[in-house]
């Protein structure tokens, strides 16, 4: 008999204790979503300059530079010559992939062509053959005329044209990105697709056969 | 029956074990009992990637111990490893050749899985975890091959940044995120490093223990019969039944036929490794170094073949676009064939499509090693006219001869099997082709062939085409133009006459 007012008092306090209990945890629950939200806030505010870290190199572009290439004494008129230069927007540590190469084509006195190595099909290097007066591509063939045209292969246009500045003796190109078929612009501009371009082609075949 | 008490029973085993209470789940696991009929040798592929991958990290790691991942230190470095650090040239050798049996050893666990059906209910996650693996083991091999950091990589760094520059709107910016900056160079270089050591293995790793989780809880499937049909109201009972009435415990029943083949495969790499040595490096990443001919690793020379066998204007719509859906069709083929038939015999569709799939790829791989598109740079001037070709010829016809080699028609044209496979052999032009049709081919080019209208003079262009007209079999009847007989004298009687 004693003991039943004992347990109902302990009953008693019990109840308050589940209230309680469930007050707390709503409370606690409340608080864990409310820092997980505090959390995924901060996440967002952080993921910030990360993102912005790893999109540098397209939010920070190069604007390349103009590049002596040498006297122009070196590309006799009429010849096809390989030049090379350091890229101008060489970084610490690029070593020997910092030279860049390109093809000089000594039009006449005051006319220079200056091509990019790489193919505009996938950038392969591309090599000057005099003899046929052919650019060809060792990696799937791609060919160009002399004039950087294109002439047969897989290529979609010609080869990338740097823009050029000729001084009295000197010759200068403006080089930055890497030539691709969407970087070129510090390459000369040309028309993107000239697959079916035959017409000129046509026309100096018939004044060499007439 | 793990209870305090296996403290006292095992001593310092048990005494780890009371805390850290990994002994029993390792146990049931790797005792788990599975299907008798599937304790097969078709069943060891995938134990065997795994070992395959664990070479692939230690030897990794040690590799790093010396590589250093700058664009102007990373080719000489492995030259140190190659020839001065002491069983260096051993441990290169051991991840390239293990990076090879890896690849290959994902792909035949990916065919054999594909043809025994174990795609199917309740195995589609693991099936699509899988095909993702296969991803990141192609990705470790590409990022592998960049690494290496020579002529072929550089090259094909060029390539990759050329296929992002075709990305409609976003290309240019795709390439320099590729490349970490305007030229392939230090940025370059090492955000491949992080992708090869830090990015793709964490994934890999964590992929792996995936796909090991998933065929510990669904059981390894077992071996299909023909007419067994895959339902997902009665699958997961009748593997249980079968468990129940077949099962052996995994290991060792089962697991000791994974167990030879891990030794087999490691000790194929290991022989590989001591008799072909490392992989490369070719020569020095240096861009004006341009008499080179850069080709990828084996397992990417397919792609390297249909990017030169593709239309000009097919290419670009089809490089990204065609990843896109083979890469969707194979993560969504378990949801679209979750039921059914597992048995190859009763899925023709199936097997036909591996074998076509394994042709193409076979195909290309072997054009990729031979590269018939490419024109040979250097025929003209190291692969002489066959002596045949230039007897009874006139002096013109000879002088044709030199204007062919010299002009480098060579270059893609063979004569008596030997050039250029770019363009047709000519040993036998003159039965083809008449002498105005050469003529103009010559000239004007075209079918893939540029014109040579502005580097040969006229007399370059008849001794050329003279020559050209040699060139047949003996009693072969030179080409004519039926058309021409019909324009200039009308037949006398109306069956058109030789």
């Known amino acids: 008999m004693s003991e039943e007012p004992q347990k109902s008092q302990q009953a008693e306090p019990k109840m308050t204790d589940g209230g309680q209990a469930a007050a707390l945890h709503s409370r606690r629950a409340f608080l864990f979503k409310l820092s997980v939200a505090m959390n995924a806030a901060v996440g967002a505010v952080l993921a910030v300059p990360l993102v912005g870290y790893l999109l540098g190199p397209v939010t920070k572009r190069e604007p390349g530079d103009w590049i002596d290439l040498g006297n122009l004494n070196e590309f006799p008129v009429g010849q096809t010559r390989l030049a090379s230069f350091r890229s101008p927007v060489e970084r610490l540590g690029d070593g020997e992939t910092a030279k860049v190469a390109c093809w000089v084509r000594r039009v006449a006195e005051k006319q220079v062509q200056v091509f990019a190595v790489n193919c505009a099909h996938l950038g392969c290097p591309v090599r000057w ?22 002439a047969s292969g897989p290529p979609e246009r010609g080869l990338f044209e740097y823009r050029v500045r000729l001084t009295d003796s000197s010759l200068y190109i403006h080089a930055g990105d890497m030539p691709t078929l969407a970087t070129e612009a510090s390459c000369g501009k040309k028309p993107l697709v000239q697959i079916e371009r035959t017409a000129e082609a046509d026309g100096d075949t018939e004044g060499a056969s007439a | 029956m793990m209870g305090p008490n296996s403290e006292k029973r095992k001593g310092l085993l048990g005494w780890l074990d009371h805390r850290l209470g990994l002994y ?75 990076s090879n049996f890896m690849v290959a050893i994902v792909l035949i666990h990916l065919v054999q899985v594909f043809l025994f059906g174990s795609y199917k209910y309740p195995r589609e996650l ?16 590409f990022t592998g091959q960049v690494l290496r950091f020579d002529q072929d990589a550089y090259w094909g760094l060029g390539i990759g ?79 249980h039944e079968l468990t129940e009435k077949t099962g052996i415990p995994f290991v060792p029943d089962a697991a000791w036929k994974d167990a030879v083949f891990a030794v087999a495969i490691v000790l194929a790499v290991m022989a590989c490794a001591f008799y072909f040595g490392p992989i490369g490096p070719s020569g020095p990443p240096d861009p004006t170094i341009i008499q080179t001919a850069p080709k990828p690793d084996a397992p990417f020379l397919w792609l390297f073949s249909l990017l030169s066998l593709l239309p000009p204007e097919l290419e670009t719509p089809f490089i990204l676009i065609a990843p896109v859906l083979a890469i969707g069709a194979m993560l969504l083929l378990p949801v679209v064939a979750a039921e059914g038939e597992r048995h190859w015999a009763r899925r023709p569709i199936a097997v036909l499509s591996v074998s076509v799939i394994a042709v193409v790829f076979g195909l290309l791989t072997h054009y990729g090693s031979t590269t018939p598109w490419s024109p040979v740079m250097d025929a003209w001037s190291s692969d002489p006219i066959p002596v045949a070709y230039l007897h009874d010829r006139t002096p013109l016809e000879l002088r044709g001869a030199v204007v062919l080699q010299y002009k480098q028609c060579r270059d893609c044209h063979a004569l008596g099997g030997v050039g250029g496979k770019r363009g047709p052999a000519l040993d036998t032009i003159a039965t083809r082709m008449t002498e105005d049709q050469i003529i103009r081919q010559v000239l004007q080019g075209g079918g893939n062939m540029p014109a040579y209208g502005n580097s ?18 003996e009693n072969q009847p030179r080409a004519v133009d039926a058309s021409r007989d019909v324009g200039v004298k009308p037949p006398v009687n109306p069956r058109p006459h030789k």
């Open chain 1, 129 to 150: 053959f005099e003899q046929s007066k052919l650019f060809l591509c060792p990696c799937h063939g791609g060919a160009y005329y002399a004039d950087g045209s294109r």
């Open chain 2, 24 to 98: 029993k789940p390792m146990k049931d696991a790797a005792e788990h009992p599975t299907p008798a009929n599937n304790a097969s040798w078709f069943y060891v592929f995938g134990s065997a990637a795994t070992v395959l991958l664990m070479l692939q990290v230690v030897t990794g790691i040690l590799l790093g111990l010396i590589y250093s991942p700058t664009a102007s230190n990373a080719w000489g470095s492995l030259q140190l490893l190659n020839h001065s650090i002491p069983l260096g040239w051993y441990i290169r050798a051991l991840h390239g050749w293990g």
């Open chain 2, 126 to 141: 693991t099936w699509m975890v899988g095909v993702v693996l296969l991803l990141l083991t192609l990705g470790m091999a």
């Open chain 2, 161 to 239: 940044a050329s296929i992002m520059s075709r990305v409609p709107w976003i290309g240019g910016s795709l390439v320099h995120l590729l490349l970490g900056g305007p030229i392939i160079g230090e940025a370059t270089l090492t955000r491949f490093f992080d992708l090869h050591v830090f990015i793709i293995p964490g994934i890999l790793l964590g992929g792996v223990a995936v796909h090991i989780w998933m065929t510990l809880r669904h059981g390894v499937s077992e071996w299909p019969m023909p007419g067994r049909i895959v339902s997902k109201e009665t699958y997961e009972r009748e593997y």
């Open chain 2, 456 to 473: 040969l003079n006229p007399s370059e262009t008849k001794a050329l085409v003279k020559f050209l007209l040699t060139l047949r079999g």
